[in-house]
């Protein structure tokens, strides 16, 4: 906080927040020379405001040049403008004693911008808002008061006061206690204090301070009321008159204890004693209205009718606009049998309280039951009803003015109104009772027997509803309701045609019945009738907009489910969204549409809005992980299945996606414990006979027993044939094909596939297709709108049929054997082969595994996938073929691959370059620059390779990876110093992984820099970039099929480790087919040992790449023509044993 100095000028002003203009203009007389001269003098003192001129010194101020001594001008400018003030504030007060409360608040305002601590200012100002009402801002200013004079006992008795008037009473007691310690003697604060503890109700305590002020003031008449008051609201009447008396002792002419003291009596039903002391009262003020009153219902208590009378007469002509004596004496009137004198005082009192039901009502009753006058009870009678349209003993009375008038008509319509009231009471007796008594009166009244209808139709009498019913519509053949109700009687008995007939007739009727058009659409939607649903739902929008989120939502969700308009159905979520967009429901369901329409980034955004609303939405949580699994986006995903798997700790779905999610990013964290609760989990839902979580593709690539793969396999088929049970209404059976003779003689082959993307099974379809002397037609099905096949003659896109559809499609070709080249992998439908739409079906290449499907028949594999003593763990009978089943389509489309100039990486190798000390050979992973045009040479410093270096690599994806078989790379990598490992890049996150896991292993003797990765490439350099590596390692779990056979047709040895399951054993199989045993390996230690030959022993490495070079264009295994041969071979002899199933070995 700044200091002010020590000799001030004028300390007055030193909080003056007036601009230093104010006292310019009075220094320089109007004159404009002399206001810019002393303006520039102030500026150049850094004077802005008054108060900086004040704070000055003395020394400083008389430096101001002015003419006529600078210190006598200033002040006398300052008293100039204190006089100005002065005048504003008595003009202020002036406006306050006038009433105008606005007008003193706007000078105040001023006065407050210039000196905004003055305090008589901001007393005037929080006056002037009590005065008009405002006493929250009334509370502001006196706050800001009491900041300035803390010790103001006046301003914590008006902010006491304001805080009553607020109701805030806890408050009101704080601030009188408060200002009592400020000021212990002031006599009212304390009876204040005590009425704040009565309204707060600490009745204790407020009685016991009316005592202790008692004693500091025996003689106080009016401590003794307001004492004896509250004795006398707790009914402790014999003590509050002790009070009364005492105080009267006190002031005995004191007329408010005297009517204290009548009102006490009366409460205690003490009539006479009561109108005594009002007498005496009236005696010293005959003026006193509240008494006058009292001692009128006194007198009425004692049925004093005449002198009842009197005293409301003086009442009222003391307060002619006092409604409770006008009342009062109407009753007088009414008990001294003066009817006409009471209707008419009644009517007085009804100018002034005309919306009161009692008065009105006695009225009624006085025209009704006394004067005869019906008409004038029908006006009072209405009138009751308006104001209190539930009391049924009204409606009663008015019914009975109109008997007496012969409104039959009137009569009935007031039954109908009773009868409606019964009716909103689900008093459906009452209700029936009232219906019938207007018929009674009224037999042609159609309402009535509407009414009546409806009645019965609660009451479960569905007949008699639609007798009443007819009834209504012949007496009033333009009624629409009757319609309606008739219409949702039929509905409840079934007969739906006829509902929709009545609907539409009541829409006939009348357009914008809107129950009809709700019931109506209701029912379309209950009997699978959308025709017309979206029109019905619009009608229903512009009827009546008060339901609009629920109808929107409704047609949303009909469009979704039942008619497949997605597009339209999430404009009606949308337009629910303008509606209430908290709905956390519209979001998720919007997203799964987006889902549906392939949008993902909208549908992200949809179930991130979901989860803002409701931080705990499991379906969007599940939705999101689903969606960023999907776009490979692994760690957004784990992050939801983790969360999910918060809130739903048993969620097998969730956990069995995070698993999955965790290996595509290669994060072995916790891989054994989770690999035991996925062995528990898939043991009790196997046990429990359980829809399983765990898809059969998945299990390839877990260290799963092949037998639970078959398990999970065969749980799955079934699963998909009970869901086509569900899906299909009656079961389809299909007509085969049983000779050849029906087809022309050719052998009618379909496969059924997707995106096969560069797989090798292009090119064995090309070549089926081209063997014309082999009596086959071979039609290609597709279930992805990619059109790979459309060079051939028969193909067939099945990607927008329904898979009945698809089925009788390919049945009507006349399919003699359907193939399977999809399995369970994505994009694939086992429910199209579940419904057999051929006599054989058999599965081939898509799936690395048995199918666990009763309707696939055969397994076209060999006897190293599959050997034959592990035929238990297949459910097909297998096809063997007399080579591998996996081939290579390189030998055309990559001809022309020559070996590199021979490199002899295994000689002069120093052991220390690369055993992690020294690593400035090694570079670290860059982009590897993509151009389609071929490039003419390679070498390893072109893809960060050490040129000295053994490279053993492996080129398939990382998720393929399992951690026993890193473990053996790694291994392996250790025991050769100067090696590296050379894999693909598939994501940051999966590298950073396996480089961590790397560090970590064998207590962090190996340097994660000697694992280099490289990016994806044209396939004929990559085929190109592989001969610059010295061993291709195989995955051990999931074989690199593929990969497998680049390296071989690069000359790169591969070392393998089959296992027991189909997938683990591929690569063995094309090494046998290529007649290459020799790196095969037995178990793990032999699949070190082999590794570490390759490279230590340079004759077995030249033995096994001269084999692999002699015998990849002279074996089966890229020989797609032959392949192909024995393809066909194979499918004829399936057919010519059909319909025996049995194994084949070709």
Same mark, same amino acid.
């Given at each position: 906080m700044n200091t002010l100095p020590s000799h001030m000028f004028c300390s007055k002003h030193s909080d003056c927040e007036a601009p230093i203009s104010v006292i310019t203009e009075i220094l320089s007389e109007n004159d404009p020379i002399k206001f810019e001269n002393i303006s520039n003098e102030f500026k150049a003192l850094g004077f802005t405001k008054v108060k900086d001129l004040a704070q000055t010194t003395f020394e400083e101020a008389s430096t101001i040049k002015l003419s006529g001594g600078s210190s006598t001008l200033l002040y006398k400018a300052l008293e100039i403008y204190d006089e100005h003030l002065d005048d504003l504030q008595k003009s202020a007060k002036l406006e306050m004693e006038n009433g105008n409360f606005t007008r003193t608040q706007q000078i105040c305002e001023k006065l407050l911008q210039q000196k905004p601590n003055d305090l008589n200012v901001i007393i005037l100002m929080a006056e002037s808002f009590f005065k008009c009402g405002n006493y929250d801002k009334s509370l502001s200013f006196l706050k800001m008061a009491n900041n300035l004079n803390p010790n103001s006992f006046q301003m914590l008795i008006n902010i006491a006061f304001n805080y009553w008037k607020l109701s805030n009473y806890d408050l009101a007691r704080h601030y009188f206690l408060e200002a009592i310690k400020k000021s212990p003697s002031y006599n009212d604060c304390w009876?204040?204090?005590?009425?704040? /503890?009565?309204?707060?109700?600490? /009745?204790?305590?407020?009685?016991?301070?009316? !005592?202790?002020?008692?004693?500091?003031?025996?003689?106080?008449?009016?401590?003794?009321?307001?004492?004896?008051?509250?004795?006398?609201?707790?009914?402790?009447f014999k003590k509050a008159e002790e009070q009364l008396k005492i105080a009267l002792k006190s002031a005995p002419e004191c007329e408010v204890t005297l009517s204290n003291l009548g009102n006490l009596y009366y409460s205690a039903n003490q009539y006479d004693k009561a109108i005594l002391n009002f007498h005496k009262a009236l005696n010293i003020n005959p003026n006193l209205k509240i008494t006058l009153f009292n001692l009128g219902t006194s007198y009425l208590k004692l049925t004093d009718y005449p002198k009842a009378v009197q005293a409301f007469e003086k009442t009222i002509y003391l307060d002619p606009e006092n409604a409770s004596a006008l009342h009062y004496l109407a009753v007088a009137y009414c008990y001294q049998n003066?009817?006409?004198?009471?209707?008419?005082?009644?009517?007085? $009192?009804?100018?002034?309280?005309?919306?009161?039901?009692? !008065?009105?009502?006695?009225?009624?009753?006085i025209y009704f039951n006394i004067l005869l006058d019906y008409q004038e009870a029908e006006i009072y009678l209405k009138k009751c009803i308006e104001l209190q349209p539930q009391r049924e003993d009204i409606y009663k009375y008015l019914y009975a003015v109109y008997q007496e008038l012969d409104k039959y008509k009137n009569a009935s319509d007031v039954c109908i109104a009773l009868g409606n009231l019964y009716l909103d009471k689900s008093d459906l007796e009452n209700a029936r009772n009232a219906f019938t008594t207007a018929l009674f009166s009224t037999p042609d009244n159609a309402d009535g027997h509407w009414k009546l209808g409806l009645t019965m139709h609660k009451l479960g009498h569905y007949d008699m509803a639609l007798v009443r019913y007819r009834k209504a519509i012949e007496l009033k053949p333009n009624f629409a309701h009757p319609y $309606?109700?008739?219409? %949702?009687?039929?509905?409840?008995?079934?007969?739906?045609?006829?509902?929709?007939?009545?609907?539409?007739?009541?829409?006939?009727?009348?357009?914008?019945?809107?129950?009809?058009?709700?019931?109506?659409?209701?029912?379309?939607?209950?009997?699978?009738?959308?025709?017309?649903?979206?029109? !019905?739902?619009?009608?229903?929008?512009?009827?009546?907009?008060?339901?609009?989120?629920?109808?929107?939502?409704?047609?949303a969700n009909i469009l979704h489910k039942e008619i497949g308009n997605l597009n339209d159905a999430l404009f009606h979520y949308e337009k629910a969204l303008t509606y209430d967009n908290t709905s956390v429901d519209i979001y998720v369901r919007m997203g799964n549409i987006c889902i549906e329409l392939n949008m993902s980034k909208k549908a992200l955004s949809y179930f991130h809005m979901a989860i803002q609303l409701d931080s705990q939405c499991l379906e969007a949580f599940i939705n999101v992980g689903s969606i960023q699994k999907d776009s490979d986006n692994f760690i957004d995903a784990i992050h939801a299945y983790k969360t999910i798997l918060k809130l739903k700790p048993d969620f097998p779905e969730a956990f069995f996606n995070l698993v999955k999610c965790l290996q595509k990013v290669c994060d072995w964290s916790d891989y054994d414990s989770h690999m035991m609760k996925l062995n528990e989990i898939l043991s009790k839902q196997l046990d429990g006979g359980q829809v399983l979580s765990?898809?059969?593709?998945?299990? =390839?690539?877990?260290?799963?027993?092949?037998?639970?793969?078959? %398990?999970?396999?065969?749980?799955?088929?079934q699963h998909c044939i009970e869901k086509l049970k569900k899906s299909i209404e009656e079961p389809q059976q299909f007509v085969y094909p049983t000779s050849l003779a029906s087809s022309n003689e050719n052998l009618r082959i379909g496969f059924v596939l997707t995106n096969i993307s560069e797989h090798p099974k292009t090119a064995i379809l090309e070549s089926l297709s081209s063997l014309k002397d082999y009596q086959i037609d071979v039609i290609c099905y597709s279930l992805t709108r990619l059109n790979l096949f459309s060079d051939f003659k028969q193909y067939k896109d099945l990607s927008h049929l329904k898979v009945i559809d698809a089925a009788k499609l390919i049945n009507n070709d006349?399919?003699?054997?359907?193939?399977?080249? $999809?399995?369970?992998?994505?994009?694939?439908?086992?429910?199209?082969?579940?419904?057999?739409?051929?006599?054989?079906?058999? =599965?081939?290449?898509?799936y690395r595994n048995t199918s666990g499907a009763p309707f696939m028949d055969y397994l076209i594999t060999d006897k190293v996938c599959s050997p034959p003593e592990f035929k238990n763990l297949y459910t097909e009978k297998l096809a063997f073929m007399n080579q591998t089943v996996f081939v290579g389509d390189h030998k055309q489309k990559f001809p022309n691959l020559h070996q590199l100039s021979a490199v002899d990486n295994t000689n002069n190798i120093s052991y220390q370059s690369l055993n992690g000390n020294n690593s400035n050979?090694?570079?670290?992973?860059?982009?590897?620059?993509?151009?389609?045009?071929? %490039?003419?040479?390679?070498?390893?410093?072109?893809?960060? /390779?050490?040129?000295?270096?053994?490279?053993? $690599?492996?080129?398939?994806?990382?998720?393929?990876?399992?951690?026993?078989?890193?473990?053996?790379?790694?291994?392996?990598?250790?025991?050769?110093?100067?090696?590296?490992?050379?894999?693909?890049?598939?994501n940051d996150d999966a590298e950073n992984n396996l480089k961590k896991y790397a560090d970590n292993f064998n207590n962090g003797c190996f340097n994660s820099s000697r694992i280099i990765f490289a990016d994806f490439i044209p396939k004929c350099e990559h085929l190109k970039r592989i001969q610059l590596a010295d061993i291709y390692l195989d995955t051990c779990l999931y074989n690199g099929h593929t990969?497998?056979?680049?390296?071989?047709?690069?000359? %790169?040895?591969?070392?393998?480790?089959?296992?027991?399951?189909?997938?683990?054993?591929?690569?063995?199989?094309?090494?046998?087919?290529?007649?290459?045993?020799d790196t095969i390996a037995k178990n793990d230690v032999q699949y070190i040992d082999i590794a570490i030959k390759l490279y230590s022993d340079r004759k077995f490495l030249e033995h096994v790449k001269k084999c692999i070079l002699k015998l990849k264009t002279n074996s089966d295994l890229f020989d797609i023509n032959s392949y192909a041969i024995k393809m066909i071979s194979i499918l004829k002899s399936m057919w010519n044993s059909y319909p025996s199933i049995h194994e084949l070995d070709m």
């Open positions: 009876i204040y204090y005590a009425e704040s /503890l009565i309204k707060t109700n600490d /009745l204790k305590n407020a009685e016991y301070i009316y !005592i202790q002020i008692l004693k500091i003031y025996p003689d106080s008449y009016i401590i003794r009321n307001k004492y004896a008051k509250f004795l006398l609201s707790q009914n402790r003066n009817m006409v004198m009471s209707a008419e005082t009644y009517k007085k $009192c009804l100018k002034l309280l005309p919306d009161d039901l009692e !008065i009105n009502l006695e009225l009624a009753m $309606c109700d008739s219409a %949702v009687i039929y509905e409840k008995q079934d007969l739906y045609e006829k509902a929709l007939e009545y609907y539409k007739m009541t829409l006939q009727l009348q357009p914008d019945h809107l129950n009809a058009l709700i019931n109506m659409s209701l029912l379309k939607q209950k009997i699978g009738q959308f025709d017309d649903i979206v029109d !019905i739902f619009n009608r229903i929008l512009q009827i009546d907009e008060s339901d609009a989120f629920d109808v929107h939502m409704n047609l765990l898809l059969p593709h998945d299990t =390839s690539l877990l260290p799963l027993p092949f037998e639970v793969q078959k %398990v999970v396999a065969e749980k799955y088929a006349g399919i003699h054997i359907l193939v399977d080249m $999809c399995g369970y992998t994505k994009d694939s439908q086992t429910e199209l082969f579940a419904l057999r739409p051929a006599p054989i079906q058999v =599965s081939w290449l898509g050979e090694i570079k670290s992973a860059e982009t590897i620059y993509i151009d389609e045009e071929p %490039v003419l040479s390679y070498s390893r410093s072109q893809y960060n /390779l050490p040129e000295n270096a053994v490279v053993f $690599c492996n080129f398939s994806k990382l998720y393929n990876i399992d951690r026993f078989t890193f473990n053996l790379w790694l291994t392996i990598l250790i025991k050769v110093p100067n090696s590296v490992l050379w894999l693909l890049h598939l990969a497998s056979l680049d390296a071989l047709w690069a000359e %790169v040895p591969v070392v393998t480790l089959p296992g027991e399951t189909y997938a683990s054993r591929i690569t063995a199989s094309q090494l046998t087919t290529s007649g290459v045993t």
